[in-house]
Each structure stands twice: as C-alpha cells, then as structure tokens.
C-alpha cells in the first residue's frame, strides 16, 4: 500500500513539474513574439515612406555636390537624368577632394536652389543604383533641380534606362543651355581636339574628331577606339531602336569613319574616355 503511495506522489509530481516546462515554455514563446511584433512594429515606423511612394517629401540636410544630396533622414539621393562635374576623385581605397571644371560651381548652384530647403522626390522605374543611393528626380516647389541644373549649364544629360520618364525634357533644357553657351558649354565650339589630345583634357568638356580604328561590343557597352588609346563608350540600352544596326555590325558601321563626338573627357584606368549619355553627342562625318 505505501508502494502505491509513493507511485503516485511520484507521478503528481512528475505532472507537477511537466505542468511548470509547459507554461514556461508558452511564456517563453509569448515573450519571443511579443519582442518580435515591436521590433517589427519598430522597423516599419522607422522605413521612410519614400520606400512605399512615387513621392514624398524630406528637408535636404547636405549638399554633397551637383548631382547628389543627403536628407533629414539621411538617404543618399542621385538625380536622375544629369551628371554633373566630379568633386572629387577615387585614389586607392579612399577618395580626394579634386574638384573638376565647373564642379564647384554646380555644387554652389545646387546648394542655392535646394540647400536646407525642403524637397519633393519623384521616382521612376528603377528606385536605387548599385550603391543603394536613391534615384529621384528632386522638386523644389514646382521646379525640377535636375532639369535647372542641365538648363542653367552645371551638368549633362545622363539618359540610363530604365529611367527614362523625362529624357526629352532633359534634351530640350542641354540644347536651351548649349545654345545660349551657359556652363559647361562656354566656348565649346572653339574647343575642338583631336584624340591625341584627350589625354590633356581630362574632366573637360571638348569636341573631338579622329577616326574609328576599331570597336569592341561587350554584354552592355559598345566601345569605339582611337588612336592613343582614347575611347567613346555607348550603353547599348541608349541605342535608338532605329540605330540598332550599329550594335550588331560595329566595325562596319564605324571602322575608318571620321567621327565628332562631344562631352566630358574623364580617365578610365589611365586612358582617356567620352562617356555618351545621349545619341546627340555623336556625329559621322564620313
């Protein structure tokens, strides 16, 4: 009889404890869900509405230069559709402070219009580049900064899809600015070099005209080479539908043609180089 006692006592207890594991177990559970909703409901009051909208609006905290600013919130935005003069220049790992032509003032200009101020951004197709920088295009009032930035002659049209919403806009205001000789595009026509020359232009703005030597086409660039090493680069994405041919048979359509190209030299792993943002920027003469 005391046996079956003790049996029994054993198994309350047993019960007991197996009772005490399953509710420190709910509560323990409950506890983890409970820190999980408000670190949840913490990270979605904490996300810019930027994220989630075509546009919003932000107070601008920094302008880092002509091209590209910081807000309250500490987002990164590049503007869409321009390219403004670099401010500074990669060395090694780091970077230094070497402003280019015209670079500083683009970077007063842009601080002029928006510095402090508080901003509209509007998106288009793709919301971030490669460093997870904002794409926008930036609204003061009812102006679009990237637009008064081509118009007024501090930046070039920089046409990458598939951002493409207002390139015609973006055309208009860089012819409205070169044909009024604004900025960048201050005695450009007497600024006319040949390929031999690029290399001591760099970070200007100046026509050339030489001859294709050859061409190069990768997965999304078509590359027309000259003499001494310079090179006009094309996105193949910025190739009119129209002009399709050119990309398909380069040689035949460039080799031994006498080409004028325009736009801002820049070094590309100590060769110089055009970039073409737009299809206007080049011209066979032959």
Do not use: C
Request: no cysteine; hydrophobic share 35%; net charge positive.
């Amino acid at each position: 009889m005391q046996y079956s006692q003790n049996i029994v006592i054993t198994h309350l207890h047993q019960t007991n404890n197996m009772r005490h594991q399953i509710k420190y177990a709910i509560s323990l559970i409950a506890l983890i869900a409970a820190s999980l909703i408000i670190n949840f409901s913490r990270h979605i009051n904490s996300t810019p509405k930027v994220y989630n909208n075509s546009s919003y609006n932000y107070t601008v905290s920094r302008v880092v230069d002509g091209d590209t600013i910081e807000l309250s919130n500490r987002e990164i935005v590049r503007y869409i559709g321009m390219d403004a003069p670099e401010i500074r220049e990669k060395k090694n790992a780091g970077w230094i402070y070497k402003p280019r032509p015209y670079a500083e003032e683009a970077k007063e200009f842009n601080q002029k219009l928006i510095g402090g101020k508080s901003v509209r951004l509007e998106f288009d197709v793709q919301k971030r580049d490669k460093y997870k920088r904002l794409l926008a295009y930036v609204y003061r009032g009812d102006e679009m900064v990237n637009i008064e930035m081509v118009r007024e002659g501090f930046a070039m049209i920089y046409t990458y899809p598939p951002n493409l919403k207002y390139s015609q806009r973006f055309l208009d205001a860089q012819k409205e600015a070169r044909g009024n000789k604004r900025g960048l595009w201050v005695n450009l026509e007497e600024n006319k070099i040949l390929a031999s020359q690029a290399k001591n232009n760099i970070g200007m703005m100046r026509i050339i005209e030489s001859e294709v030597i050859d061409t190069h086409l990768t997965e999304k660039l078509l590359i027309l080479k000259f003499k001494d090493n310079f090179k006009v680069v094309i996105y193949k994405n910025n190739i009119p539908f129209s002009m399709k041919d050119m990309a398909r048979s380069p040689n035949k359509y460039f080799k031994g043609k006498i080409v004028r190209v325009y736009g801002i030299i820049k070094e590309y792993k100590g060769y110089p180089e055009i970039m073409l943002h737009d299809m206007s920027q080049l011209e066979i003469l032959n």
